[in-house]
Structure formats: C-alpha cells, structure tokens
C-alpha cells in the first residue's frame, strides 16, 4: 500500500495512528508482528473516512478493540488496523434502563457503569476482557448469559462507508455468532436494556462471577480466553482433558493445566505455535472421540 498517501490522509482528518506498531502490545495473547498502520479514529465520521479511504485505495482493513479473541500472525499485517480504543469508549444511560456504549468500552467499564446506576443484567460479561465491538460481534457469553440477551441494538459503518443500525432478530445472534460474524461490518456502538435492581446484590454477583472465574480460568498466563467453540452435545474442554492433552505443548504455548478449553502463551509463543497446536488437539480429539472442534478465536491475515 502507499502508507504516505494513508497519513496524508488521516493527518488531513485528525485521526491519530502509529506506524509498524507492535500488536503482540495490543492482544490479550501477547502474540503478533508489527501492523503496517494501527489507526486510533474517535467517532463514527473517522471510522466512516477510513472505510472509505481504504476501499477507494484497496487497502487492507482490519477492525480490532481489545484483542482478547485475537491471533495475530508473527509477520504482522500489512494494510491498516482500525483500533476501537480509550478515544471510542463514551457510556451513557439514554433512559433509566438503557445504556449505550461506544464499541471500544472495555467489559468491565460497560459492567461497572451498569453497576454504579443499579442496572441489572449485564453481570455475566463481568470478567470477559474484551470490548463492547467484539462482544456483539460474537455474541460473547458466560455462566448462563449472553449479549443477545440484553441488547437492544448495534450500530455499524459498512466497508463503504454507510452508517447502519441492527435491531433485534435483525442481529441473528446465537451461539458464539451474529449478523456481523465473517462480513465486514465495523461496529461502532451498541444499546443494551437492562433493568433496576440492588445495588449491593448486583455487585455480590459480579464479585462471584469473577472469583469462579480466578478459580478455574487461567487468568495469570496470556490467552485469547476459549480456543474452541462448544461442539453440539459436548463440551471442547472436557474432550481435550480426556484425551489427555491437559499440558500438551508447541513451543511457548501450551493446552493450560488448570482448563484444558484454554491455550496460553507460557513464554515467547507464536502465531505458528498456537496454529500448530490448535490442529494437533483438533485431530487428536476427532481421532479419539468423533467431535472436530471448530476454534473460536478469531485469526487475522
């Protein structure tokens, strides 16, 4: 691409970026090479530009908030990520049981905002670190509640540059999936309904959730949280524990010994070491059991 004709650009329109940036900085698997441009917009106008710009140049365009569900590949990516960060992140209640959210406001933000207006509903994502974009675009999900459960709607910018909105059945949201899943949409914000409730009981399940959470996930190693996707009839991680991978490792990665459903970096793991070991549990486990687990992070590139 011509990265200067890209920066003239967005120097023109006052969005920020950085070049060559590292993005192992950037993923909750602290795995990835540098991106070409990383690109910082801070409203729905930037985000549009540069949908445009990049369609008009025929530029590669990748959106990405937290990172948390990422795989990066270890040469980088060449072309512009469009990073949903602290600039994309305002919460504000438009009325007394709604809440609406930029697509860069971390999990935790959007559950401690609920939290301080005695908003019930959202304590389920306390914990999952991600952002609000990646969440609705996956239909994040744990102990017994999803993102489908509390949103009343998204808002996007398409490749070309429109701005939309998807409301209700319109987001076809189920398992680990919605209408934006595998197309190039970027989502931008999203209204969620929730309702009133006690404050101190609210916070009481969020502190659980998150002591489970401590308890059984390996919160202390970098990971992009849940490899596989939950096959129909079985759960990934009690196959893989019971074809005895619990520990298995390539490279700097390993299948974690305390939750065999996560894969984490032990120390200077790479993109191919987690691709390399994603295939042998995947063949293991349909040799051994029948099931092919599908991966539920999401690779770049």
Not at 10 to 17: F, L, M, P, Q, S
Not at 228 to 243: M, N, T, V
Not at 256 to 262: I, V
């Amino acid at each position: 691409m011509e990265i200067k004709a890209f920066l003239d650009f967005a120097d023109e329109h006052g969005i920020k970026y950085l070049e060559h940036e590292s993005l192992s900085k950037h993923t909750s698997f602290k795995i990835g090479g540098p991106a070409q441009i990383f690109a910082k917009p801070a409203t729905k106008e930037q985000v549009s530009k540069i949908a445009v710009f990049c369609k008009e140049n025929e530029i590669p365009l990748f959106p990405m908030g937290k990172g948390s569900n990422l795989l990066v590949p270890d040469e980088g990516l060449e072309g512009v990520i469009m990073n949903f960060g602290s600039e994309f992140s305002k919460i504000v209640l438009l009325d007394e049981e709604t809440v609406y959210c930029d697509a860069g406001t971390s999990l935790a933000a959007l559950c401690n905002f609920a939290l301080e207006n005695s908003l019930t509903g959202l304590e389920f994502a306390y914990g999952i670190p991600g952002s609000v974009g990646g969440a609705v675009f996956m239909n994040a999900g744990a102990y017994g509640g999803e993102v489908k459960d509390v949103i009343l709607y998204a808002d996007h910018v398409d490749k070309e540059g429109n701005t939309g909105r998807f409301t209700g059945e319109e987001l076809e949201m189920s398992y680990r999936h919605s209408v934006y899943s595998g197309k190039q949409y970027f989502i931008t914000g999203a209204a969620f309904k929730l309702v009133k409730g006690d404050k101190t009981e609210i916070k009481a399940k969020m502190d659980d959730l998150l002591g489970r959470r401590f308890d059984k996930q390996p919160m202390d190693k970098p990971s992009a949280g849940s490899t596989f996707k939950r096959p129909e009839g079985a759960f990934a991680s009690a196959l893989i524990d019971q074809c005895g991978l619990k520990g298995y490792r390539v490279g700097g990665v390993e299948v974690s010994t305390k939750h065999a459903g996560f894969v984490v970096n032990i120390g200077g793991g790479t993109c191919a070491d987690v691709l390399q070991l994603i295939k042998d549990v995947q063949e293991k486990v349909k040799n051994d059991t029948g099931y092919w687990l599908e991966p539920e992070v999401e690779i770049l590139g």
